[in-house]
């Protein structure tokens, strides 16, 4: 029973879907006996009037020869004329013999929030498919047809683009808008593996877009499908492409050009909101008058020459160096000869061929070296940490008792243990070297022609690299920081040597001698050009802390330099350094990310900028010896009173009162201005803190009666010089990531050098020798107190 009550249910539906579907084919059969089909031969540049509903439906059909050796373009205008279209708009629909174009009209084109722009003007290009054969006819057929039952008039009209292929060198003007897109052809000529497509206009805006597309159909030119494939560039007054032959198999390109439907891309103003979701609104005449031009790029000879220019420059450094080292390692043995003749006149010499020996007699009140060095240099340093112990004598003399004196020599601030001293600043270099490996494994930037911020008018690709001059500028950094090494290895073997053999001068003469930080600044330089160069893949806001994050350490690392020259027992450990600016590099990338606008990072900022400089400078003006109580509020006032209004003329109190003004000024400014750039901003504090303190150092250095020796003055006056030059190229401003591509892509100019190296290019040279020279300054400029006692060297 089951069974036959599963069969007649089964039967009633399949019987009820047979019913239902001969009723719709009825009704299809039905409605095509009342639609009318109308197919009309159709010429090139006639304009043909008709009116449409949805009873007829009208097809032109076209036909045009097609030669192999001759490109034209074929394109399809079309004008709605009558009133109210929007509701009930025509589709176009053009069949070609490889591809399918359909478009309405009016065309609704949608911005941001999806707002919804009609457009009753359409222009089109079609496709053009590769023929095989030299010479073909090829039929095409545009249908028209609507849903709308009331009468809707059109105008259609079919034209060849003759100028639809574009010839090297040689500028080609049109106009396009947001329904009337261009494209245009361009075949690779021989000899001529890349070329740099360059679009131009004299109208800030309508925002446009610049896009390379591989010879296929359908070609994507229209504002919500432009980027789906090839390369693109949002573009306001120019737009720069460099195009290479190997990645088109065809051996040529579309050049297609579209304008937006609105301006925010290019940093444009923000239209109104619609009132309705679906309201239409008027977009006005965005009609835009650009040009193009296809030139081709350099050859692989102007790579060799730039490839070679920049190594020249920097050997010559390398081969300046030896022939100084030669100079002055000649000069210091004859200066040596010299002394030891003074100090020993019964000297014997004798010659025996052409050699000739100095026999000496030994200093009759030779000090004994046993007591001033202590425990013997051969001891292994391995288990000596800087907080094992404090080898300063207390129990000779305190701490506050020597650190404040009125007048402090060297001698007071370098008691303690050399060796402790030397292994606290070699953690410099080692922990250095683990932040370098740590920032490298991160750097992996990808992205498109619109998130990389290069200068398109001088960017020469090389395999995955679009501006591989860029990438090459850096070497500069990492040769110079090797060579910079390369002079700190010589030194520190000289002063070892100095020490192995007890020599006096090198035990209780100059300014104590610990290279640590040397070889953690040259290691900087290094890693600077490496990351230089990683950001320089694809620059732009997400990735600029890796271009800055040395120069922060590179700032902080001259700075801490100085103050260990006259205070080798009291400075800041490595861990303590390098977490410092570990948290300058953190609120680096909060400023980039947050800071543009906002009142209340810029409050925060200002705050325990203000704190921090504050701690440090009472922390650097009291050596360490002062406590955070009650009472302090008290002791500040009396400091102000005694070091500042009695005795500013007789201390450097006033120097430093100065200074901490001009400290908590910059901090006011960045509080009133905000400024958009917080890194450069960053930056910008850090050098000038380096640089006021720079110039502190050296007019006390003159004032305590010392000399600047010929060898620091002269790399004194050149590296003022060439960090004059260089700012001058740094602030040419070929791109900014502040701004939008579209934006940026303004501020793009030629080469200037060897038609490879822009501006950019050449402040990477420059700096990296400005800040060769600056290393080679703070190596030099206390050369003059190598044979002056460490207690009559003063501190400040």
């Known amino acids: 029973?089951?069974?036959?009550?599963?069969?007649?249910?089964?039967?009633?539906?399949?019987?009820?879907?047979?019913?239902?579907?001969?009723?719709?084919?009825?009704?299809?059969?039905?409605?095509?006996?009342?639609?009318?089909?109308?197919?009309?031969?159709?010429?090139?540049?006639?304009?043909?009037?008709?009116?449409?509903?949805?009873?007829?439906?009208?097809?032109?059909?076209?036909?045009?020869?097609?030669?192999?050796?001759?490109?034209?373009?074929?394109?399809?205008?079309?004008?709605?004329?009558?009133?109210?279209?929007?509701?009930?708009?025509?589709?176009?629909?053009?069949?070609?013999?490889?591809?399918?174009?359909?478009?309405?009209?009016?065309?609704?084109?949608?911005?941001?929030?999806?707002?919804?722009?009609?457009?009753?003007?359409?222009?089109?290009?079609?496709?053009?498919?590769?023929?095989?054969?030299?010479?073909?006819?090829?039929?095409?057929?545009?249908?028209?047809?609507?849903?709308?039952?009331?009468?809707?008039?059109?105008?259609?009209?079919?034209?060849?683009?003759?100028?639809?292929?574009?010839?090297?060198?040689?500028?080609?003007?049109?106009?396009?808008?947001?329904?009337?897109?261009?494209?245009?052809?361009?075949?690779?000529?021989?000899?001529?593996?890349?070329?740099?497509?360059?679009?131009?206009?004299?109208?800030?805006?309508?925002?446009?877009?610049?896009?390379?597309?591989?010879?296929?159909?359908?070609?994507?030119?229209?504002?919500?499908?432009?980027?789906?494939?090839?390369?693109?560039?949002?573009?306001?007054?120019t737009a720069a492409i460099t195009v290479q032959r190997k990645d088109f198999p065809s051996n040529s390109f579309y050049v297609v050009v579209v304008v937006k439907t609105e301006d925010e891309a290019c940093g444009g103003p923000l239209r109104f909101y619609p009132l309705r979701p679906d309201e239409l609104i008027d977009a006005g005449n965005r009609s835009k008058t650009l040009d193009v031009v296809v030139s081709p790029a350099i050859s692989s000879d102007v790579y060799v020459m730039g490839m070679l220019f920049c190594l020249g420059i920097f050997l010559s450094f390398y081969l300046l160096t030896f022939l100084v080292a030669c100079v002055e390692n000649k000069s210091r043995k004859a200066n040596k000869n010299n002394q030891i003749e003074k100090d020993n006149p019964q000297s014997l010499t004798y010659c025996k061929g052409s050699y000739c020996f100095l026999s000496l007699s030994p200093p009759l009140s030779e000090r004994s070296l046993e007591s001033v060095t202590g425990r013997s240099r051969q001891e292994s340093l391995s288990s000596i940490e800087e907080d094992d112990y404090d080898t300063l004598a207390d129990i000779d003399s305190d701490k506050n008792i020597v650190r404040t004196k009125k007048y402090l020599c060297v001698s007071d601030l370098a008691r303690k243990d050399k060796r402790v001293l030397s292994k606290k600043y070699q953690i410099y270099f080692c922990v250095l070297l683990l932040t370098c490996s740590s920032l490298l494994q991160v750097v992996n930037v990808t992205g498109n022609q619109d998130i990389c911020y290069y200068n398109f008018l001088c960017a020469h690709p090389l395999g995955n690299l679009s501006a591989f001059n860029n990438i090459l500028s850096n070497l500069g950094y990492v040769m110079l920081g090797l060579l910079f090494l390369l002079i700190v290895l010589q030194r520190d073997i000289i002063h070892s040597r100095a020490l192995d053999r007890n020599d006096l001068n090198a035990l209780e003469c100059g300014i104590p001698k610990h290279f640590g930080l040397f070889y953690a600044m040259g290691t900087a330089l290094m890693m600077e050009g490496l990351l230089s160069a990683c950001y320089h893949v694809c620059p732009n806001y997400t990735n600029f802390q890796f271009d800055t994050s040395f120069m922060y350490m590179i700032a902080g690392l001259c700075v801490l330099k100085l103050y260990q020259k006259r205070h080798p027992d009291i400075n800041a450990s490595a861990y303590t350094a390098y977490a410092c600016l570990a948290a300058v590099i953190f609120f680096s990338v909060l400023g980039v990310v947050f800071g543009k606008g906002n009142m209340v990072f810029w409050i925060v900022f200002s705050v325990l900028h203000i704190l921090a400089t504050m701690l440090l400078s009472t922390q650097l003006y009291y050596m360490g010896r002062w406590r955070l109580d009650s009472g302090i509020l008290r002791r500040i006032v009396y400091v102000i009173y005694t070091d500042c209004i009695r005795q500013c003329s007789d201390n450097s109190s006033l120097t430093y009162i100065v200074l901490l003004l001009f400290c908590l000024s910059r901090a006011a400014y960045g509080l009133l201005k905000t400024p958009n750039d917080f890194a450069s901003y960053l930056l910008a504090i850090a050098i000038c803190n380096l640089l006021l303190y720079f110039a502190f150092y050296i007019i006390m250095k003159l004032r305590s009666g010392e000399r600047i020796q010929c060898m620091a003055m002269v790399c004194i006056l050149f590296t003022a010089v060439v960090w004059g030059f260089a700012l001058f190229f740094f602030f040419q401003g070929l791109s900014t990531w502040q701004k939008t591509p579209a934006e940026s892509r303004e501020h793009n100019r030629e080469c200037i050098v060897l038609s490879f190296f822009d501006d950019h290019d050449i402040w990477h040279f420059l700096s990296s020798i400005a800040m060769f020279g600056s290393f080679l300054v703070l190596l030099t400029m206390d050369d003059d107190l190598d044979d002056v006692q460490r207690d009559k060297i003063f501190v400040f």
Request: with cysteine.
């Open 1 to 237: 029973m089951t069974i036959v009550l599963c069969l007649s249910c089964f039967l009633f539906r399949l019987g009820y879907v047979a019913l239902l579907w001969l009723c719709v084919t009825h009704l299809r059969c039905a409605r095509a006996e009342t639609k009318t089909v109308v197919q009309k031969d159709a010429e090139f540049d006639v304009t043909y009037n008709d009116t449409v509903t949805s009873d007829n439906q009208t097809i032109y059909a076209f036909n045009h020869t097609v030669s192999r050796n001759k490109t034209e373009g074929v394109r399809v205008t079309v004008d709605v004329l009558s009133e109210g279209a929007e509701s009930s708009p025509i589709l176009f629909v053009v069949r070609q013999k490889q591809a399918v174009l359909s478009f309405q009209v009016p065309l609704i084109l949608r911005g941001l929030y999806q707002r919804k722009y009609p457009y009753a003007h359409v222009g089109r290009t079609l496709c053009q498919p590769p023929t095989r054969t030299l010479t073909e006819t090829q039929y095409f057929f545009v249908d028209v047809s609507t849903l709308s039952s009331l009468g809707t008039q059109y105008q259609l009209r079919i034209s060849r683009v003759d100028s639809f292929t574009l010839h090297t060198d040689k500028k080609f003007s049109f106009t396009a808008s947001p329904s009337q897109p261009q494209y245009f052809k361009y075949v690779f000529p021989d000899g001529v593996d890349t070329a740099i497509v360059k679009v131009n206009s004299e109208m800030t805006f309508p925002c446009s877009v610049m896009s390379i597309q591989d010879i296929q159909c359908p070609v994507y030119d229209l504002d919500n499908n432009v980027a789906f494939i090839g390369m693109y560039q949002t573009m306001t007054k």
